[in-house]
């Protein structure tokens, strides 16, 4: 029987242990660190994830800043915003939820955003330092499941690691992250010949296609790790699932994180973490 990441948990420990830290904080430099989240338009799907990132602020005692602005606000207008909020020093991290409406160049968004305030890591600045092995914030998603490999004690050194995927904000950075942690890592995409073959390598296999339960048992090296980053609606009952078939990939697993409550709850964690270190390499005595 595999060991079920319970990916909940631990999202829930780090955030313990980062409510503990801050209330040290606090008492020590007299601010809390401060999250400004920005939301432009009415995404539902959106207005949940940021519903959650204000509530994990306020849970762990950190000051959050909430932007809602209408769907009609020009790029002008939000970049004004970004850049008043680089200014704020109550302000340690600004995300800003995405994605955007169309008529918004998110990328010049997110290059006005300060680097020390980037909690997602996707200015280009910090996407560099990543490369280089030298940085202060990680993108949440990835930095989620090197977390959950490093709390449920597996290692990475010398493991063949297939990451399928190659997002700015998944593949890519994951891959690095797997590198740095000394895996031989392989990155299939779309175009992978026979992927199939290749994730049939993996001892650790890392999904981030967005295709629900794409995976069956035929992907999988028996005792295989499997991570599940995809967050998808099963079309036959329109309930949550994964990029992976659980149930029948489960079985020839030695661990597998479940969808929902695997790397999801992560990312709020990391973005969590991201903000502390922020304030303390910002603002902290
Ligand atoms: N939309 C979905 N995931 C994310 C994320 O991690 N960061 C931001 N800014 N927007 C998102």
Known sequence: MPNIIDGKAISAEIRRELAEKTQVFKEKNGFAPGLAVIIV???????????????????IGFTSFGYELPENTTEEELIALVEKLNH?????????????????????????????????????????KIMIGNYDFLPCTPAGVMELLRRSHISVEGKECVVVGRSNIVGKPQA???LQANGTVTICHSRTKDLKEVCRRADILVAAIGKPEFFDASYIKEGAVVIDVGMNRRP???????????????????YITPVPGGVGPMTIAMLMQNTFTAAAKMGAK
Not at 42 to 58: F, G, I, L, Q, T
Not at 107 to 125: G, Q, S
Not at 238 to 253: E, I, N, Q, R
Request: aromatic residues 4%; contains cysteine; negative net charge.
């Open 88 to 128: 704020d020093n109550r302000v340690h991290g600004i995300l800003v939820q995405l994605p955007l409406p169309r008529h918004l160049d998110e990328e010049k968004v997110l290059l006005t955003i300060d680097p020390r305030k980037d909690v997602d890591a996707f200015h280009p600045y910090n996407v560099g």
């Open 41 to 59: 338009g009415e995404d539902p799907a959106s207005k949940v994830y940021v519903r959650n990132k204000h509530r994990a602020c306020e849970e």
């Open 176 to 178: 690095m992250l797997l």
């Open 236 to 254: 036959a009952d329109g309930k949550l699932c994964g990029d992976v078939d659980y149930a029948s990939v489960a079985p020839h697993t030695s």
